[in-house]
Each structure stands twice: as structure tokens, then as C-alpha cells.
């Protein structure tokens, strides 16, 4: 257990929906990165957070959005989902957002969109 | 920008055989490298990581990485594998100017067989 809680698990929608992924990262870590991870794609960086603000951003869609809150949860937001947005989408976190520090990552929501 | 090729798609072995899993990268600035592991329906974990020192790096579970500076690899070793060594692994990149983003490669599955 690396102590990063995803929820919800499995999240099954349609084309059009708009769901929200939520992390909660480990007890004291300040930073916050998303993946995605697709049979096609791989595992892609979308967007890391620290301490309430954006730090980094990749392949991150323009459909997608993300926010940190004051208690360093996390939520990414997907919105007019496509076919190909049914992913695995992982949570991370560090202490702190220097690439130096360990990635923790989480079980991950596993997207369905029919 | 960081690149990350992974040489094997699949890797089957023998039990108490040893495995080497191979990692080319590519980047224009100096980079920390990581080997993750994902075991089947969970999170990635950490297995070991290069930040700068000695080239060999050892890390969880038996496992040890040469890091090439030259041939710009990351290769991962282990003398001897296990059934429960069936798994993802996952090579990762990080620049030392780019936060914690992480670039990975596409993986190799590792398939222990008695």
C-alpha cells in the first residue's frame, strides 16, 4: 500500500459525460501528478501540482482539467469523453516536486467510456 | 525533451534464470532515471533510481541497474528470478531541470514460467 488513495475504482460512462478522478496523496506530500495509461499511448504525464499550484504540464487534453485543494487533494476533471479516453489513470505523489523525490503512485481509476 | 525506448516488448524466463530488461533514453540536458514495476490490476512501484554517483545502482527485491552515460542506457538486471517476478517493468526518465515529470518508456513484460 503506498498510502495514495484513487477513487472511485472503476467509473463506467458514456460518450459526451463528464467525470471527476479524485486523489488523495500521502500523509505530508505536497506534490500531486496525474498518468494516464492507454494500450496505445503508454504511460503519459498529464499535469503535476505542488502545494496548490500547477507546476508542470504535458499531454494533457484540453477537455481535462485538474486542481489541488488546501488539504492537497486532487481532482481531475474529464469532460465531452471520447472512446479513446477509457484509460487507466494514475495518481502520484511526492514530498515535494523536485524530480529528485520518490513518486508514489496509487491503484488508479480505470475509465470506461461506451 | 526526454525520449525513452525499451528494447523488449516481452521477456519470458526460467525461474532461477537471470533477466535483463534494456533502456535506451535520449535528452539534451542531464537526467535522473528510474525503473518502475507494476504487478497485474495495481500501481507502479519504485524499484530503483539513478540521481548521480556510482553507476551501479541496486534496488528492492534483487534487482540492480548500470547506469551508461555513454551509451545513454539504463539496463536492469537480475541474477535470479522468481514466479513472483512476473510483471510490467517500466523505465522511466526525468530531466534534472524539469520537475518531476516522468517520462516513461512503453514497457516490458517480464513472464516467469517453472
Avoid: M
Avoid at chain 2, 535522473?32 to 497485474?40: E, H, N, R
Amino acid at each position: 500500500d503506498s498510502g495514495v488513495t484513487q477513487t472511485p475504482k472503476h467509473l463506467i460512462t458514456a460518450t459526451g459525460q463528464r467525470v471527476t478522478l479524485r486523489c488523495s496523496p500521502r500523509s505530508g506530500d505536497l506534490s500531486v501528478y496525474w498518468y494516464q495509461q492507454s494500450l496505445d499511448q503508454g504511460l503519459q504525464f498529464l499535469i503535476q501540482y505542488y502545494n496548490g499550484e500547477e507546476r508542470a504540464k504535458g499531454n494533457i487534453l484540453e477537455r481535462f482539467s485538474a486542481q489541488q485543494f488546501p488539504d492537497l487533494h486532487s481532482e481531475l476533471n474529464l469532460s465531452s469523453l471520447e472512446l479513446g479516453d477509457s484509460a487507466l489513470y494514475f495518481c502520484a505523489s511526492s514530498v515535494d516536486g523536485q524530480a529528485v523525490y520518490e513518486q508514489y503512485f496509487g491503484p488508479g481509476t480505470r475509465l470506461t467510456v461506451t | 525533451a526526454q525520449s525513452v525506448t525499451q528494447l523488449d516488448s516481452q521477456v519470458p524466463v526460467f525461474e532461477e534464470a537471470p533477466v535483463e530488461l534494456r533502456c535506451n533514453y535520449s535528452s539534451s540536458v542531464s537526467v535522473y532515471l528510474f525503473w518502475y514495476v507494476q504487478y497485474p490490476n495495481q500501481g507502479l512501484q519504485l524499484l530503483l533510481k539513478y540521481l548521480s554517483g556510482s553507476t551501479l545502482v541496486k534496488g528492492i527485491n534483487g534487482f540492480e541497474a548500470e547506469f551508461n552515460k555513454s551509451q545513454t542506457s539504463f539496463h536492469l538486471r537480475k541474477p535470479s528470478v522468481h514466479i513472483s517476478d512476473t510483471a510490467e517493468y517500466f523505465c522511466a526518465v526525468s530531466g534534472t531541470d524539469s520537475w518531476g515529470k516522468l517520462q516513461f518508456g512503453a514497457g516490458t513484460q517480464v513472464v516467469v514460467t517453472p
